[in-house]
Each structure stands twice: as C-alpha cells, then as structure tokens.
T-cell receptor, first 114, second 115 residues
Framework: QQQVRQSPQSLTVWEGETAILNCSYEDSTFDYFPWYHQFPGESPALLIAIRPVSNKKEDGRFTIFFNKREKKFSLHIADSQPGDSATYFCAASDYNTNTGKLTFGDGTVLTVKP | DAGVTQTPRHEVAEKGQTIILKCEPVSGHNDLFWYRQTKIQGLELLSY????????DGGAFKDRFKAEMLNSSFSTLKIQPTEPKDSAVYLCASSRDWGGYAEQFFGPGTRLTVL
C-alpha cells in the first residue's frame, strides 16, 4: 500500500523558473514531512522539513507548502539552478508512534536546463 | 564526526551465494535503518533497529534477508541465497532517538550485482 504518493515522476524546468513537486498522503496521523534530495551517484540527504503546526516552511529558495485538510504538501524551488538537478523524495512519519521510521514517496527526478 | 560508513562499496555475487553487507552508524545515533534502492521500486525499508532492538523487519524481505545489530556501532545485512533480482543499491541510515522528527543520515551505499 502506497501511503505517500509523489507527482510528477519527472519534471524539467528552465534555469530561473520555479519547480513545483507534489506529494499526498493517506494516513491522517502523519505529522512530520521532510523532503530529501539525492544527486546522481550520491545518497539521499535531508533538504527541508515541516511539521503541521504551520502550513509553510522556507529555507532560502526552497519552500514547503502544507495543506492538512487535503493531505497534500509540495516543494517549491524558486529560481531553479542546474545544480538543483536531482531526485527529490518526500516522506512522512507519525511522531506519536515514537519511531524514527519514514515512509518515502517514489521520487521526482528534476532536471533544470540552463 | 564520521558519517555513516558502509562496506563494501561494490559487491558482485553469483546466484545462490551468501553475502554480508556492513554498516557503522553515526556515533551516538540510536536508530538504524537498512533500505534497498532500485529505479523501479524506489526506497524500500528492509529493517529498522532502535537501540539494537529490531523494530521492523521489512515484511516481504523476511525470507532471505536478515539484518543484525550486535552492538550499537555495527550492523550487518545478510542476503542468503542471493538472486539476480536482489541487484540494487543497499543503503544504511542512522538517526538520533528523537521520535519521529529525527533526520536520517545515509551512508554511501553498497551496489550489489547478482549474476
């Protein structure tokens, strides 16, 4: 059962555009939503994360928008750069289970063209 | 501080062999995860330990996959017997015991090829 769904599978944008990556989830007990990125030949690494106490989290060019009612969250990458080309994974976890387990989406491959 | 280390970085096995992958988590981290990554299936959780106790053993991977954590600084993943469909990158990750909000730090992975 796929609990965290990502779309699109792949996305191509031009340098300077805003890339928008989407995720949705099913389990209403999820309350922590990180995004990891993975560059070719490397391992995933945490990029930015949000808890539902707020519906927006910013870190430089990266912003998470969160919609609890619709169980959706998205990553916006402003002023995209070729160096942002990577695979982006959204994930979710339930703090109340007191485990560190993350449920990952299948990933979005982002290509930024110069 | 050293990050998560994994050995070997590459492994080639014949079908039916037994292979053992090794992982050393970040010092002081209590949670350890083994994942399998393929282009088709994405990131699949194989095993999850907290303070050396097995929390989850990955359901569908039970029959030929066995992860162990004999001490807080070392874990192994045994695949026995290997099959060609096991060809993938195996990632180990660790995090602090901060419940559901802890960042997972990933190792460089072991690329396994089963012939």
């Amino acid at each position: 059962q796929q609990q965290v769904r990502q779309s699109p599978q792949s996305l191509t944008v031009w340098e300077g555009e805003t890339a928008i990556l989407n995720c949705s989830y099913e389990d209403s007990t999820f309350d922590y939503f990180p995004w990891y990125h993975q560059f070719p030949g490397e391992s995933p690494a945490l990029l930015i994360a949000i808890r539902p106490v707020s519906n927006k989290k910013e870190d430089g060019r990266f912003t998470i928008f969160f919609n609890k009612r619709e169980k959706k969250f998205s990553l916006h990458i402003a002023d995209s750069q070729p160096g942002d080309s990577a695979t982006y994974f959204c994930a979710a976890s339930d703090y109340n289970t007191n485990t560190g387990k993350l449920t990952f989406g299948d990933g979005t491959v982002l290509t930024v063209k110069p | 501080d050293a990050g998560v280390t994994q050995t070997p970085r590459h492994e080639v096995a014949e079908k039916g062999q037994t292979i053992i992958l090794k992982c050393e988590p970040v010092s002081g981290h209590n949670d350890l995860f083994w994942y399998r990554q393929t282009k088709i299936q994405g990131l699949e959780l194989l095993s999850y330990f907290r303070s050396k106790s097995l929390m989850e053993d990955g359901g569908a991977f039970k029959d030929r996959f066995k992860a162990e954590m004999l001490n807080s600084s070392f874990s192994t993943l045994k695949i026995q017997p290997t099959e060609p469909k096991d060809s993938a990158v195996y990632l180990c990750a660790s995090s602090r015991d901060w419940g559901g909000y802890a960042e997972q730090f990933f190792g460089p992975g072991t690329r396994l090829t089963v012939l």
